[in-house]
T-cell receptor, first 114, second 115 residues
Framework: AQSVSQHNHHVILSEAASLELGCNYSYGGTVNLFWYVQYPGQHLQLLLKYFSGDPLVKGIKGFEAEFIKSKFSFNLRKPSVQWSDTAEYFCAVSSYSSASKIIFGSGTRLSIRP | DTGVSQDPRHKITKRGQNVTFRCDPISEHNRLYWYRQTLGQGPEFLTYFQNEAQLEKSRLLSDRFSAERPKGSFSTLEIQRTEQGDSAMYLC?????????????FGSGTQLSVL
């Protein structure tokens, strides 16, 4: 069965620090990968996605993620975080053989100190 | 339409009662998903519709849970004989298209508390 692991449950950074949130998935077939973000008091929204092509994907608000197939990873990065990046971040995976089911990781809470 | 709407926002019920939630997806979105989220966890897949057809239901979902999307527009999720373990945020999401790489638009959720 598909699964997604996010090993960092809570990350605390100062403004301007660089960010990398880990995401590993367990599925050997062709996958689609997503990062969703939930800002305080708001609903989940898509940050970026990968389904084919360039493994380095750029999303909104300066975020990017790199798909490394050999490591089953899709880590999220941002070179310089802002206080407004405080949110919960969810990695998710789907596959063409999973009947459109999108599986989410348990999330990483990011707190930015101003 | 500005997004996915869910009603009610909060529901408090006593154990053993039935509850029903409603989701209105973005107009013309053909796919509709229900997820459940508990504190400290990511959304857990419950079921999914393409138009009016329910194409998949999680094996974790007991027979007390049923979902419908009768006209391929809004959807309802019913929980019969609620248990305290059903307390969670129930999220609805919709998407447009036939590929699993389409982005999901989420509603704000219905927070269920079973006393």
């Amino acid at each position: 069965a598909q699964s997604v692991s996010q090993h960092n449950h809570h990350v605390i950074l100062s403004e301007a620090a660089s960010l990398e949130l880990g995401c590993n998935y367990s599925y050997g077939g062709t996958v689609n990968l997503f990062w969703y973000v939930q800002y305080p008091g708001q609903h989940l929204q898509l940050l970026l996605k990968y389904f084919s092509g360039d493994p380095l994907v750029k999303g909104i608000k300066g975020f990017e993620a790199e798909f490394i197939k050999s490591k089953f990873s899709f880590n999220l990065r941002k070179p310089s975080v802002q206080w407004s990046d405080t949110a919960e971040y969810f990695c998710a995976v789907s596959s063409y053989s999973s009947a459109s089911k999108i599986i989410f990781g348990s999330g990483t809470r990011l707190s930015i100190r101003p | 339409d500005t997004g996915v709407s869910q009603d009610p926002r909060h529901k408090i019920t006593k154990r053993g009662q039935n509850v029903t939630f409603r989701c209105d997806p973005i107009s013309e979105h053909n796919r509709l998903y229900w997820y459940r989220q508990t504190l400290g966890q990511g959304p857990e897949f419950l079921t999914y519709f393409q138009n009016e057809a329910q194409l998949e239901k999680s094996r974790l979902l007991s027979d007390r849970f049923s979902a419908e999307r009768p006209k391929g527009s809004f959807s309802t999720l019913e929980i019969q004989r609620t248990e305290q373990g059903d307390s969670a945020m129930y999220l609805c999401a919709s998407s447009l298209g036939d590929d699993v790489n389409e982005k999901l638009f989420f509603g704000s959720g219905t927070q269920l508390s079973v006393l």
